[in-house]
């Protein structure tokens, strides 16, 4: 069954609940919507990597639905048959951040080249790892990765790294960055840098809840959730930017 017409019948599935309430759906969700997914709709949420998240379902996990910081994932569980069709739900974009105090003197990716600086970024399994990776060939800078000094599993850590000034820079998604103002610094990356950051979300075949798993994919797609993701720095799902 394809997301998007059942995303269409949701309406209907959303009625029939109302008479007979189900249990909240189990969401296996990217880090990075740690802050924005329960403002959308209550559920049993399990944040962490997205990468980390698709294995524990390709594992059996009683996931009901996937939100993942990439359509890779989510496209090879629905290969596999083990999701519905992905759908893109929001955009991101990435930014290097910095502790308030920047006490490196970092002011551009740019320098981030300078020998002796310690740079905290995601591993390459993990989409902002690899979107990272995407930033630093479009702008010819592999010699950053010369300078890397940890590799972690969540857009998170990363940030927590750099808040607790355990790194000189990091690279995190721009939604991320406004979590914590008061601790960390956002440096922009140019546009010609960006990397095409698509969310995607789908239905986790095995899930015993489908009604609520498809109702919780309504409401992320809907007007309300969309208002929701904007209002927190994320991207229009339309848009590349």
């Not at 403002?39 to 294995?55: E, N, Q, R, T, V």
Request: positive net charge.
């Amino acid at each position: 069954m394809r997301l998007a017409a059942a995303v269409l019948a949701a309406g209907l599935f959303v009625s029939v609940a109302a008479a007979r309430p189900e249990a909240r759906p189990t969401v296996y969700a990217a880090s990075s919507l740690t802050n924005v997914f329960p403002k959308i709709a209550p559920a049993k949420y399990s944040f962490a990597g997205s990468d980390a998240l698709a294995a524990q379902i390709r594992q059996g996990a009683p996931a009901d639905v996937f939100a993942s910081a990439n359509m890779t994932l989510p496209q090879g569980l629905h290969d596999d048959q083990l999701c519905s069709k992905p759908v893109v739900f929001t955009r991101n974009a990435l930014v290097v951040i910095v502790p308030t105090s920047n006490p490196a003197g970092i002011h551009s990716v740019y320098d981030l080249t300078r020998q002796g600086l310690k740079v905290v970024v995601a591993a390459p399994s993990v989409p902002v790892g690899h979107y990272t990776r995407k930033v630093l060939v479009k702008l010819h800078l592999r010699a950053v990765l010369d300078n890397v000094v940890s590799e972690e599993t969540d857009v998170r850590e990363v940030l927590a790294k750099i808040a607790l000034g355990e790194g000189d820079a990091g690279f995190v998604y721009r939604t991320d960055a406004r979590t914590a103002p008061d601790k960390v610094k956002p440096i922009e990356i140019p546009a010609r840098g960006q990397p095409d950051v698509r969310y995607g979300i789908c239905v986790v075949a095995a899930s015993s809840h489908k009604t609520a798993a498809l109702a919780f994919v309504s409401k992320v797609l809907g007007p309300r959730g969309q208002r929701i993701l904007r209002h927190n720095g994320f991207l229009p799902r339309t848009s590349k930017r």
